[in-house]
Structure formats: structure tokens, C-alpha cells
């Protein structure tokens, strides 16, 4: 199982194709603000999920 995952993967001629690819489509000044937001998202989604685990762990001291 581990060598097809490992098949699967891209090497680093294939990430540097896709580096280049998305810098030709979006250009360089483009590429920190869309960082900026993507890494914005996965803050908001944490702080979102935070509150949901702590009354799942909540319930489960209860119900032990």
C-alpha cells in the first residue's frame, strides 16, 4: 500500500511544472494575497471547529 501511495505523489519536476504553471496564470503579486486568504479560511475554520470539539469532549466526560 505504501508504494502506491508513494506512486501517487508528485515528484519535484511535477511540482515545479505546477509552480510554474499557477505563477504564469496568476503572476507573482497575485500569488502572497492569495496565500494571505487561503491561510486566512484555514484560521477561520479552526476557530469554528474548536468550540464543536470542545462540547463533543464535554459530552463525552459526561456519559463517563
Same mark, same amino acid.
Do not use: Q, Y
Given at each position: %500500500?505504501?508504494?502506491? $501511495?508513494?506512486? %501517487?505523489? @508528485? /515528484? +519535484?519536476? !511535477?511540482?515545479? $511544472? *505546477?509552480?510554474? +504553471?499557477?505563477? %504564469?496564470?496568476? /503572476?507573482? &503579486?497575485? $500569488? @502572497? !494575497? %492569495?496565500? &494571505?486568504?487561503?491561510?486566512?479560511? *484555514?484560521? !477561520? +475554520?479552526? /476557530?469554528? +471547529? &474548536? @468550540?464543536?470539539? =470542545?462540547?463533543?469532549? =464535554? $459530552?463525552? &466526560? !459526561?456519559?463517563?
Amino acid at each position: %500500500m505504501n508504494a502506491t $501511495i508513494a506512486m %501517487m505523489m @508528485p /515528484g +519535484v519536476t !511535477e511540482l515545479l $511544472i *505546477i509552480a510554474a +504553471v499557477i505563477l %504564469m496564470l496568476f /503572476g507573482a &503579486k497575485k $500569488i @502572497p !494575497e %492569495m496565500a &494571505k486568504g487561503v491561510a486566512t479560511a *484555514i484560521r !477561520e +475554520v479552526k /476557530g469554528a +471547529v &474548536k @468550540p464543536i470539539n =470542545d462540547e463533543i469532549k =464535554d $459530552i463525552k &466526560k !459526561e456519559l463517563n
